[in-house]
């Protein structure tokens, strides 16, 4: 492709994710799969400028207000070649105006907003902070209280690419054979700093070029989820469940800790997420699981079941401020169409019911990938003080090695200090049977 050919392929993309209210990966995956022309080289541009775009996009909106324009996507990339791809009117006027582009040529006021732009640079000294850090209003209160001084390097981190992360299926391969794997690739990959299992690959990664992903012995995982699943401890022969399995990237982590013994049940509410989680522990090779759906947090499976299980994971749904970096869409998201609060009254919810499960001894896991202290610490405050059964397990008694880098007795991960995605993760100990 051309360079002008990428850059009309990016508008292109551009609108059809701010049109559509799936995740922006869904909607990349099936734009592609109806141009299975694009080259595998071009489909890296065109997907690393989308997300540069996308992680700009307070700042873009604020250059709009500035000079009295909407928001459309159009204005947007307008303003994006402009700003950031130094484009001259004359230049995006030949972009937008060729006789072969299927872009309709600019008008006058767009034509004078790209010449109003010119020789501007995309940050302003009369920017707010909020929009320069492309915070948005729903989480800035929360996050400045949860960050203070740090507040803006933890934002500025999330608006960096992050790493790819692989997790190695122990039950298939092992780290040192996979690194070397990737090695005779011409990839730059080293061990993860924290997870055991852990690799990570520096650059551009062509995911079609490394069989081990659809054999099942490497996954697409970053260190902290890995980390999280490796909290839950479990051991071989244990009986497990994770209570909001989604996809099962930590399932397969899980069962792949139990060494295939034991009985792992990946439970979720959705029927299409769990279809995709039964797959891939096929693939993986995973015997020692099945999948539940559940029809809500309080299915009465979870009632004939009480106290049955020796670990139990609540993945629970949240804002996701923590995967910013990798999903910078979400952030203009808000993160459930009633609100916040109703969000984390369902949390409190599913951890409540969750826990029903757990037997005597047991464990019980609260994890988010949110950065927002009403999701991680004050859930959990209020799950102890209306369950006195359980106990908060200290970090440094699940896993020494991680909480002398991660300092806390629970696990707090942010993409500044680890170089992960934020989440959130409490072991939580049931001490005593309920009467």
Known sequence: MTPTARLLATFDLFCAVD????????????????????????????????????????RLTWWLDKHGRDHSPRHQFLAWLALMERKSPEDVSRLFGGPKNAATALTKPEYNLVLRLKGCTIEHPDMPEA??????????????????????????????????????????????????????????????????????????????????????????????????????????????????????GKTLAIAAQMNNKGRIIAC???EGRLKRCSE???????????????????????????????????????SGTGTWRRNPDTRWRDPEENGLQNLIALQGRILASAARLVKPGGRLVYATCSML?????????????????????????????????AQGDT????????????????????????E
């Open 373 to 405: 202290t009403e999701e991680n610490e004050d859930q959990v405050t209020a799950f102890l003080a209306a369950n006195p059964a359980f106990r908060l397990v200290p970090l440094g008694d699940v896993t020494p090695d991680l909480a002398a880098k």
């Open 19 to 58: 049109g559509d209210k799936r995740p922006v990966d869904a909607v990349t995956s099936g734009w592609f799969r109806n141009r299975r022309d694009i080259p595998d080289q071009d489909r890296g541009d065109i997907l690393e400028r989308l997300y540069a775009l996308l992680r700009h996009r307070a």
């Open 131 to 248: 929009v320069r850090l492309e915070c948005p209003s729903w989480a800035e209160q929360s996050l400045r209280a949860r960050f203070g001084g740090a507040f803006a390097a933890e934002m500025a981190a999330t608006l960096t690419p992050p790493p790819v992360d692989l997790r190695v299926n122990p039950v298939k391969a092992t780290r040192q054979d996979m690194l070397q794997a990737l090695s005779d690739l011409k990839l730059h990959a080293e061990v993860s700093p924290l997870a055991p299992h852990g690799i990570r690959v520096s650059g551009r990664f062509n995911y079609a070029r490394f069989p081990a992903l659809k054999s099942g012995a490497v996954e697409i995982q970053d260190e902290g989820s890995q980390l999280v699943a490796l909290l839950v401890d479990a051991q071989p022969g244990d009986r497990v469940v994770d209570f909001c399995a989604g996809a099962g």
């Open 280 to 318: 891939r522990l096929r693939n993986a090779g995973m015997h020692n699981t099945e999948t539940r759906l559940l029809a809500s947090e309080t299915d009465k499976w979870v009632k004939r079941h009480k106290l049955g299980f020796d670990r139990v994971l609540v993945d629970a749904p949240c």
């Open 411 to 434: 696990l707090s991960l942010t993409p500044a200090r680890h170089d992960t995605d934020g989440f959130f993760a409490a072991v939580l100990q049931r001490e005593t049977t309920p």
């Open 268 to 270: 979720d509410v959705s």
